[in-house]
């Protein structure tokens, strides 16, 4: 029997939920999450590899064009540069908390602005695999929790990806709803997601004219 796809508002509710927690967890927890995640994803080589391969062999009977193709293939070093990229991002400064500005109103009220999480990101994107470890570190760090939706073409790729990351991530103390990859394919699921008004803080396309066409229209 199929497994039915899990309902976007569920998971936009699941992502909601775990973003009041990353937005106050220290930036130690969250680093170790990203290190955490970049040592399991290499550990996971083969099990991410042999998803990619599904995914890779349908678009590849599907006639897909030869470039569109190797941007959704990965292998060992792609792999590596993954892991390495959510290294990086331990590294960078914690924006959480930095005071951008401040002064002092005449009655001596002092006012400062300061960067908070915005909540929960949602993240729609093309075929790239590696986009579901970078949108993830990336959000992460800042306090926000990750809500994906990547092409049908590379399902099996960042379910692989996303899973590693989920068990990561809650293996270093945070929920593991911190990422959620939607898991629905359908147009009609990316229209959806686009829409869980409420639940999402923001809503970024990484991809062509085409996604951000449905973008403005959705």
């Not at 497994?3 to 967890?25: D, G, H, M, N, Y």
């Not at 790239?128 to 990750?146: E, H």
């Amino acid at each position: 029997m199929t497994q039915q796809p899990t309902p976007i508002p569920e998971l936009a509710r699941r992502a909601k939920s775990a973003s009041r927690v990353l937005a106050t967890a220290s930036t130690t927890l969250k680093d170790d999450a990203l290190l955490a995640a970049a040592e399991l994803l290499e550990a996971r080589t083969a099990d991410v590899l042999a998803a990619n391969a599904l995914d890779v062999a349908a678009a590849q009977a599907a006639g897909t064009a030869a470039g569109l193709v190797d941007r959704l293939r990965l292998d060992e070093s792609r792999i590596a540069g993954m892991a390495g990229g959510l290294r990086q991002v331990a590294t960078l400064p914690d924006p959480v908390g930095e005071v951008l500005d401040g002064w002092v109103r005449p009655n001596g009220l002092r006012i400062s602005r300061v960067r908070v999480p915005l909540g929960v990101v949602a993240i729609i994107y093309e075929s790239r695999p590696n986009v579901t470890s970078d949108a993830a570190a990336l959000c992460l760090k800042s306090g926000n929790a990750a809500f994906l939706r990547g092409s049908s073409t590379a399902i099996h790729s960042n379910t692989a990806i996303a899973t590693v990351l989920r068990e990561a991530v809650a293996k270093a103390g945070l929920p593991q709803d911190s990422i959620v990859l939607v898991d629905d394919t359908s147009r009609a699921a990316a229209t959806e997601f686009m829409q869980q008004r409420g639940l999402v803080d923001c809503l970024i396309p990484r991809g062509g004219a085409s996604l951000i066409a449905s973008i403005l229209e959705h």
